[in-house]
């Protein structure tokens, strides 16, 4: 069954909403920021300059996990915000409501 | 209906993946920091620190707006690297993948 992002949300109260709603907004974005680092390193790994080797699978496989990661953090900060995302995402999702860009 | 990722990735991929692709990883990645400072600029409205007003209707719908915004820039990431995110996600999906931690 395709992923929500209503269960992914769910799966992630379920799992850490306890530490991470006694660890607070602040400490919480620190862990954001750590692995938004990890994402940009993935990232330039799978964007190798022109002679320089190609990504390895291990890397390709890296690289998904950050987005992963992520995803993750950013769903217990909605959480502990009382966020939900789905909802959010209707800016985008609802016709008309964004055009041309993202902001 | 619920929203998937995966109709989220998609909706992103039909609206933006041109200019996105022609901008590349490493400009994209720089509008995603900017959406990241605004969320942290957010959650600061939205957790006022003791004595000072609680957060407006207006900067509850911003911090809405800006989880939106990071998952969108994320999307779109993500696309232009070939990560599929609900694949990606089975790293917490998946039953005894993901123990404790986020990382």
């Known amino acids: 069954m395709a992923l929500t992002f209503a269960s992914f949300q769910q799966l992630i109260r379920d799992r850490y909403y306890a530490t ?3 660890r607070g907004t602040a ?3 620190m862990w954001l920021m750590e692995e938004v680092g990890e994402l940009s390193t993935a990232l ?3 964007n190798p300059p022109p002679g320089k080797p190609a990504p390895t699978a291990a890397q390709r496989a890296n690289l998904e996990e950050e987005f992963a990661d992520v995803i993750a ?3 217990t900060l909605a959480n502990i915000n009382g ?3 789905e909802r959010a995402l209707s800016k985008y999702t609802t016709a008309g409501k964004v ?3 993202k902001d």
């Open 20 to 22: 991470d709603s006694a």
């Open 27 to 29: 400490g919480t974005f």
């Open 44 to 46: 330039m790994d799978n």
């Open 73 to 75: 953090w950013l769903a």
């Open 83 to 85: 966020v939900d995302l």
């Open 99 to 101: 055009e041309g860009v």
